[in-house]
């Protein structure tokens, strides 16, 4: 009886470890797509070569789980295997001794940034960790935070400090309009050490022109932010965010 019980809960640890994950988000300018890729499931065949699985939801469509082959030398990927989400989740069987055809990865695909997170990962740099922060009584995920800097594996304090006060100062530039009531917009910028705004892009419309504009007018009217605050001994040379501009009935918002 004893040795029955004991097998059990072997099987038992054995497909809890299996099904395991950790899914970490990445961030990418194509909209409505959400990105994930298992941490746990990294794994580098040799220098310049990395697999991993990763799971994706475009727009209402189901999610997917994509296995993924990265060369770093040639910028190729290969699609291992495709498949839908579902409890049978087991990447080390897939992933172990891939054989794929490599090509070069289409601009227009968002493979470009798993791609190169998959490289940033090899190097040592990390996206920083999503913290919680609280409204009221109510707690809510900052999941729109994107922080890619080279070094530490949470939020750097400087930084949180330098998005606190820049996001004060989007605020005060932003003029929405009337029609802007009950909106949402989501908008990607580039900024580079000595506050230099380097790219933008909006990556969640609010569905009216004017107000998505007027996005666009306040990242802009911004300029120069402040200087990039200093990650200990790391040279940073630009930093990624993402700012959610939020009107509701009674005041408007920028977070990030």
């Known amino acids: 009886m004893k040795k029955n019980i004991f097998l059990l809960m072997v099987m038992l ?30 794994k580098y065949p040799s220098e310049n070569e990395c697999v991993y699985a990763l799971k ?12 993924i ?34 090509k070069p990865i289409p601009e227009d695909s968002f493979l470009n940034d798993v791609h190169k997170y998959a490289f940033a990962n090899s190097k040592g740099y990390v996206l920083a960790e999503t913290p919680t922060v609280y409204r009221g009584e109510k707690p ?10 080279q070094g530490e594996n949470v939020l750097n304090g400087n930084v949180q400090s330098y998005l606190e006060k820049t996001c004060k100062i989007l605020e005060k530039n932003w003029q ?20 230099s705004l380097l790219n933008y892009q909006i990556s969640e419309s609010s569905g009216d022109d ?25 040279e940073v040379y630009s930093m990624d965010f993402k700012f959610v501009f939020v009107q509701d009935l009674v005041k408007k918002s920028v977070v990030y």
């Open 13 to 42: 640890l054995s497909c809890t470890c299996a099904n395991a994950v950790n899914w970490q988000p990445i961030s990418t300018s194509f909209p409505y797509t959400d990105l994930y890729i298992d941490a746990d499931s990294i």
């Open 56 to 67: 994706y939801k475009v727009a209402n469509n189901p999610e997917k789980i994509a296995y």
């Open 69 to 102: 082959k990265s060369d770093f030398d040639t910028n190729y990927v290969g699609i291992i295997k495709v498949s839908d989400l579902d409890d049978d989740y087991r990447p080390n069987a897939v992933l172990n001794n891939p054989r794929v055809f490599m």
């Open 140 to 149: 809510i995920l900052r999941d729109d935070l994107l922080v890619a800097y």
């Open 176 to 195: 929405p309009p009337s029609t802007a009531r009950m909106s949402r917009t989501i908008i990607y910028t580039t900024i580079g050490a000595d506050g």
């Open 210 to 234: 004017t107000t998505d504009r007027s996005v666009i007018s306040a990242v802009e009217r911004t300029v120069p932010y402040m200087k990039l605050p200093k990650l200990g001994d790391k």
